[in-house]
């Protein structure tokens, strides 16, 4: 029985011995992909996409060009970005394993909503000087403040950027991570910090606006006795309007900016998704908000879609709604 036991493992060790390398080696486990990354990236390629349509038509349309319409490109352009950015973040999770790369994809994606912001502020601005300052608004002194902002602008949220490449990260200590890893704490609490005022500013300013606008129609109707319908109605669409977009822009950004003051990385991921995607959609809505409600916009995407405008399209009345 010794003898049988010692030939059948003499021959067991000889076949496996024998046996391919590759047959001997563990295989390899798939990563499993979580679906709030996959819904992310399809967010990411919708807003590349729709805003991608927004800078062509500003780019080949050569009545596109007041201070206006530039601002509403660049913002355009940085929600490109911030697209863009979230399909390299699922690369970067998913295929490309390098911390580096890492921090050039956050730094992406800091940039370009920094930059989102801050257009928004930008245009803003360009609606509160288009009212105040409505005779001296159309000449070359405006043109230059818009190219300066924008100059400004996008220096601002380059820098912004470039914090987590220069050292402003936790790769090292992952104890110091905020919600969105590779970004420390800090530099999170920073930007929310930033983001807040940047919404007090906003506020402030469409609160003048609202003021304005009341003011002319105040003027209107002293001059003519009595207020009409038409520009009652002109200044109600506008309020509704203007409390539209802050209420939009509060609803999307404030829950993240307030949750990256009191989380960090130890709190459950569920939450950083549940906050985070709702300010990455704003970018999605901007275009509806200030492009594809203005009429010469819209006139030149029925253009490109179409080739035809009915009559009533180019007439129909501009309204202070429409900025």
């Known amino acids: 029985a010794i003898l049988d036991l010692s030939i059948y493992l003499s021959i067991y060790h000889q076949n496996t011995s024998s046996a391919p390398s590759w047959e001997l080696e563990p295989v ?14 399809v967010t990411g390629t919708l807003m590349s996409c729709e805003n991608a349509v927004v800078i062509a038509l500003i780019a080949y349309t050569p009545t596109l060009r007041a201070p206006m319409f530039v601002l509403i490109g660049s913002l355009a352009f940085a929600d490109l970005l911030s697209g863009l950015g979230l399909i390299l973040n699922f690369i970067v999770i998913y295929i490309i ?92 609490a920073a930007l929310a910090v930033s983001f807040l005022l940047i919404f007090a500013l906003i506020l402030q300013l469409y609160l ?83 492009a594809f409600r203005n009429p010469e916009i819209l006139r030149s995407l029925r253009i490109a879609c179409c080739w035809c405008m009915p009559y009533s399209f180019t007439m129909r009345p501009r309204t202070p709604s429409d900025v």
């Open 97 to 188: 394993d390098s911390g580096f790369v890492t921090l050039l994809s956050a730094g992406l994606l800091i940039t370009a909503f920094s930059a989102s912001v801050l257009n928004i502020l930008a245009i803003t601005v360009n609606r509160y000087l288009s009212l105040y300052n409505a005779l001296t608004y159309h000449t070359e002194g405006t043109v230059m403040f818009t190219y300066v902002t924008l100059m400004l602008m996008w220096v601002m949220s380059t820098a912004l950027g470039s914090l987590p490449v220069l050292g402003w990260n936790c790769l090292e200590d992952e104890s110091t991570c905020s919600i969105c890893p590779p970004v420390n704490k800090n530099n999170a």
């Open 208 to 290: 003048q606006i609202c003021k304005i606008a009341f003011r002319h129609a105040q003027q209107i109707a002293v001059q003519r006795q009595f207020m009409t319908t038409s520009h009652s109605s002109s200044t109600t669409k506008g309020v509704s309007t203007l409390t539209t977009i802050l209420g939009t822009f509060a609803f999307c950004w404030i829950p993240l900016a307030m949750y990256s003051l009191v989380a960090d990385s130890r709190t459950p991921v569920i939450y950083t998704y549940a906050t985070a995607l709702p300010a990455i959609c704003h970018s999605i809505i901007n275009p509806m908000i200030y």
């Open 28 to 41: 390899p486990v798939p990563a499993i992909v979580n679906p709030w990354d996959v819904l992310l990236c």
